[in-house]
């Protein structure tokens, strides 16, 4: 007899339409309080992904859209006629708030698509807010169907180390890695999952770790220099990470240290699959040496937690991202399908975007 599934946790919402403005959870103050913004111009909406209130290229994505229809609304205010003109405007700044996410700019990208179809004269905003609505909705199912398609490659009693957040906070729904995870958990395959703590805004410590833990799924943390030697003794399984742009031939921006965990995984026998929704996919650009890596203040890597740790006059080199090649990732999950490896002509083959 087969056992049932039980449902996968799905509560958490850090970006969300409320009445008539956009609710952020502030993800810098995670874990210790759960605060919303409240927001009602693009101007902050550019600012707070700026700033890592909000975080995660999905995430962004969906942010970005709900942006582009308080400024649609703002400017079909002032001028009826010419709102359009304004907008690719506002939609080119919002855009520049991050560079490494592309969900950022092709969720910008699709609501200007939209807009252009508005009929002349017409109130803008029900027609966007129903197409930012649809990202959202798009990603929740998105997460379900990557966490299903990621989860069948994974054994029984698996280890998984992962790294930054690429959870519920991260996306609309249940999130690209950890909804693997999550779903590994509830068919019963799981036996420990690893989070690197990832310097220097600590996503994993911070945001990996809380989310799993609400939902009840323990969670052990590593420095990033202890994986290695966490490899080496035989105790992962699997890395399992997000993306933040994937190129056609299959190269990976993501986190800062996501490379450098592929090559020690490919080191050690290690397998490593990428979770990522075809909005992360950015068939534009060849190879991953195209991809823009945002760059970020020396002070994130000098401070922790808004202290002076390093010694006066120290520089810093603060890349968040960086790149991993195609030939050091096992499996590229999308929810059109699974790449296994990732090369020029399997991702064409998703027929994504
Ligand atoms: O700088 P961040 O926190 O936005 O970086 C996020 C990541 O690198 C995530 O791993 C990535 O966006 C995948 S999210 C599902």
Redesign the pocket.
């Known amino acids: 007899m087969t056992r049932p599934i039980p449902e996968l946790p799905d509560t958490i919402r850090p970006v969300r339409w409320q009445d008539d403005h956009l609710v952020l959870l502030d993800q810098r103050r995670l874990p210790d309080e759960s605060i919303d913004l409240h927001l009602t111009d693009v101007v902050a909406t550019g600012q707070a992904i700026r700033d890592?209130v909000v975080?995660?290229?999905?995430a962004?994505g969906i942010t970005a859209a709900y942006g582009m229809v308080l400024a649609a609304r703002r400017r079909y205010q002032v001028d009826a006629g010419g709102w359009l003109a304004a907008l690719v405007g506002d939609g080119r700044q919002l855009a520049a708030a991050?560079p490494t996410?592309v969900n950022l700019a092709w969720a910008v990208e699709r609501l200007l698509a939209t807009a252009r179809g508005v009929a002349a004269g017409a109130d803008p905003v029900p027609v966007l807010l129903a197409e930012a609505d649809r990202i959202l909705a798009e990603d929740i199912a998105a997460n379900r169907t990557m966490a299903r398609l990621g989860a069948a490659l994974l054994g029984q009693g698996v280890r998984i180390l992962t790294?930054?957040?690429?959870?519920a906070l991260?996306?609309g729904g249940i999130?690209?890695?950890l909804g693997v995870v999550r779903q590994a958990q509830v068919e019963g395959r799981l036996a420990k999952v690893y989070a690197g703590e990832t310097r220097p805004?600590l996503?994993g410590a911070r945001l990996t770790a809380w989310e799993l833990l609400r939902d009840g799924i323990p969670v052990t943390l590593v420095a990033e220099g202890a994986a290695a030697w966490l490899m080496a003794q035989g105790h992962v399984d699997w890395v399992i990470?997000?993306?933040?742009r994937v190129a056609a031939n299959g190269d990976v921006a993501?986190?800062i240290g996501t490379y450098s965990l592929a090559v020690l995984a490919r080191q050690h026998g290690v397998r490593t699959m990428v979770v990522?929704p075809t909005s992360t996919l950015d068939r534009s650009l060849a190879a991953g040496a195209q991809i823009p890596i945002e760059s970020r203040a020396a002070e994130e890597v000098l401070d922790c937690g808004g202290r002076r740790l390093a010694a006066a006059g120290a520089s810093a080199w603060n890349p968040?991202?960086d790149v991993t090649p195609a030939a050091l990732v096992d499996a590229l999950v999308t929810e059109k399908g699974v790449c296994q490896p990732p090369s020029p002509a399997a991702l064409a083959a998703l027929g994504a975007r």
């Open positions: 890592m975080r995660g290229a999905p962004i991050r996410a790294h930054c957040n690429a959870g991260a996306t999130g690209t890695a805004w996503q990470v997000g993306a933040d993501n986190k990522a968040v991202f």
